[in-house]
């Protein structure tokens, strides 16, 4: 084997899992694309010492201070193919590079699927927004929206309104009448229209426009976009995966080892909901159980 183990991923889940593993002085390798799902944000919030900082340079810290061990090694490519190989597996690399271990560890992470609305690509990471517990009190009493996705888009509006005025945009959905009634009793404005653009200078957002030719006024729009895997690993290696109203997740129990024994899962693709604390705590999870395999077998 060429390693004890490859991560495939070097977002948070994933150098979080490396750095476990280097160590414990075990030969891990990374294989990175550098394209982590919150490129997008300049500040990642509630991360525990880097609250605002930029999400690119924590994960630039991360890997230099992964490369100090000599265990550890990061290479920047994609995994295309993986498979079981022996007593372990084989990993193919775009660039035709294929590299060996005992053990995976999948942290590739997620891919968001936004609706097709003129204005919204541009403005996602900045103005329209996911997680109000990470990119909330920046907007805080200023005129929010949240346009409906799901029917998990109303308990997202009755969340969002602790940080200030929401209208819930149905985009030409229908609401159960119980949802109704409790956004009635947050006072959550419900516009039905279809939602036609989004305006604004650059990637701030300053209204909404419906396809009647109506606008509203608005600083910061949440939705809850469904994702999807961002690689094709999980399907190669035959993993069982759950499917939820935001998208797959990876199966895996509280070691975060998948249904594949020497296989783990890490991150966004393999829990809900999602955030960088949790990413790297499910990061030391799955590098520490990988070891504990490593030496109890």
Request: glycine share 10%.
């Amino acid at each position: 084997m060429d390693h004890d183990a490859i991560v495939i991923g070097g977002g948070f889940a994933g150098l979080a899992a490396a750095t476990y593993l280097a160590r414990a002085r075990r030969k891990v390798c990374v294989v990175d694309t550098r394209r982590p799902r919150n490129r997008f944000a300049k500040a990642s919030h509630g991360f525990l010492g880097q609250d605002g900082s930029n999400p690119l340079e924590i994960l630039a810290a991360a890997r230099k201070q992964l490369d100090a061990y000599p265990t550890a090694a990061l290479l920047q490519d994609e995994a295309v193919a993986a498979s079981r190989e022996n007593a372990g597996f084989a990993v193919t690399m775009a660039s035709g590079r294929i590299l060996r271990a005992g053990k995976i560890i999948l942290a590739f992470g997620l891919r968001d699927e936004l609706p097709e609305i003129p204005g919204l690509q541009e403005r996602w990471g900045q103005t329209v927004l996911h997680c109000p517990y990470c990119h909330g009190i920046e907007f805080s009493d200023r005129q929010l929206g949240v346009l409906y996705r799901t029917e998990m888009s109303v308990h997202q509006a009755l969340i969002v309104a602790e940080w200030g005025p929401v209208t819930l945009y149905l985009d030409g959905a229908e609401l159960e009448p119980e949802a109704a009634q409790k956004l009635a009793e947050r006072k959550i404005k419900v516009e039905a229209g279809r939602v036609a653009a989004l305006e604004g200078q650059g990637t701030s957002l300053s209204s909404i426009r419906l396809d009647d030719g109506r606008r509203a006024a608005i600083d910061a729009l949440y939705i809850a976009p469904r994702s999807c895997l961002s690689s094709p690993l999980a399907d190669q290696l035959d993993l069982a995966i759950d499917e939820t109203p935001m998208g797959p997740v990876i199966r895996t129990d509280g070691e975060k080892m998948t249904s594949v024994p020497g296989i783990y899962a890490a991150g966004d693709i393999a829990r809900a909901p999602h955030s960088v604390s949790w990413a790297v705590a499910d990061g030391v999870t799955a590098g520490t159980s990988a070891h504990r395999a490593m030496v109890f077998g």
